[in-house]
């Protein structure tokens, strides 16, 4: 039997996340759990797969998505409701379920009166919804940014305006020139462990490393950076990742770019 659980303010101490949810007592982790709290009342939704193993309740994904408006993407998606995350793992995948919790983005979208639904995607490297999800549920492709990201948008009205992604410049990057800079949000809870190895990595190799959190959802949707938004490391003014749980990578480019 499967189940969806909406985790919300009151529950989400007995149900906890679905990322890294063994280690619950973590920073990171309560960090996230803070960051829901805050924006639950902006709206968010944040949504367990709850599947039947051994006999045990246990979740096997899960969708978090919130108002255009509020979302933590570098794109402009106001009036729309946008998913930040969609993931569905081990014997719960290829069963439907990926397309269950995408019909709850949906039902809730159009119950609160939005524009419809949208959602950021990569066709390579990982960490991001492969368009398909969306594709098979009339999601249709509405902005690309290289090297490989696009904009998927459910409209239920022709007359919906488009979201897009908002405009990135090295520029904006350029100021980060000095070491290694880590532009994070409490969003994501692998990024307090990546901070850590990333920190205490420059400090062994002599680099100068700062970590700077953004607090607000404006950073992320204009920051200028990189459209992931509320996640980027950044080593002498050029972005070297986005992937917050990617620890052993993102120290391997820095020893490249460096």
Same mark, same amino acid.
Request: proline fraction near 4%; hydrophobic fraction near 35%.
């Given at each position: ?20 949810? !063994? ?17 639950? /009342? ?13 006999? #045990? ?17 570098? =794109? ?7 998913? @930040? ?37 990569? *066709? #390579? ?31 239920? +009205? ?10 990135? +410049? ?19 809870? @692998?990024? !307090? *462990?990546? =901070? ?13 490393? /700062? ?20 996640? !980027? ?7 070297? +990742?986005? /992937?917050?749980?990617?620890? #052993? ?10």
């Amino acid at each position: 039997m499967v189940q969806i659980i909406d985790v919300n303010e009151e529950n989400i101490d007995k149900y906890g996340l679905f990322c890294r949810k !063994s280690y619950m007592k973590s920073e990171g982790n309560q960090n996230k759990v803070k960051w829901l709290k805050e924006r639950f /009342k902006e709206g968010l939704k944040y949504k367990l797969l709850i599947v039947k193993e051994r006999g #045990k309740d246990t979740s096997r994904g899960f969708v978090e998505y919130i108002p255009g408006e509020y979302n933590w993407r570098g =794109i402009d998606a106001k009036g729309w409701m946008v998913i @930040h995350c969609l993931w569905v793992t081990g014997q719960a995948k290829k069963k439907g379920n990926g397309s269950r919790l995408v019909k709850e983005v949906i039902k809730d979208a159009k119950e609160q009166g939005l524009y419809g639904v949208v959602a950021m995607t990569a *066709d #390579k490297q990982g960490w991001m919804p492969n368009p398909k999800i969306f594709e098979k549920h009339g999601f249709k492709k509405v902005a690309e940014m290289e090297p490989y990201f696009k904009l998927y948008a459910l409209a239920f +009205s022709e007359n919906a305006p488009s979201p897009k992604f908002h405009p990135i +410049s090295e520029k904006n990057a350029e100021k980060y020139k000095d070491g290694v800079t880590i532009l994070y949000s409490a969003q994501c809870p @692998h990024v !307090s *462990d990546l =901070i850590k190895e990333v920190d205490e990595h420059c400090t062994s190799k002599s680099i100068n490393f /700062k970590a700077i959190k953004m607090t607000k959802c404006s950073e992320a949707q204009q920051g200028g950076i990189h459209p992931y938004g509320l996640y !980027s490391c950044l080593c002498n003014g050029k972005v070297i +990742s986005y /992937k917050p749980g990617m620890r #052993k990578e993102t120290i391997e480019r820095i020893n490249k770019c460096i």
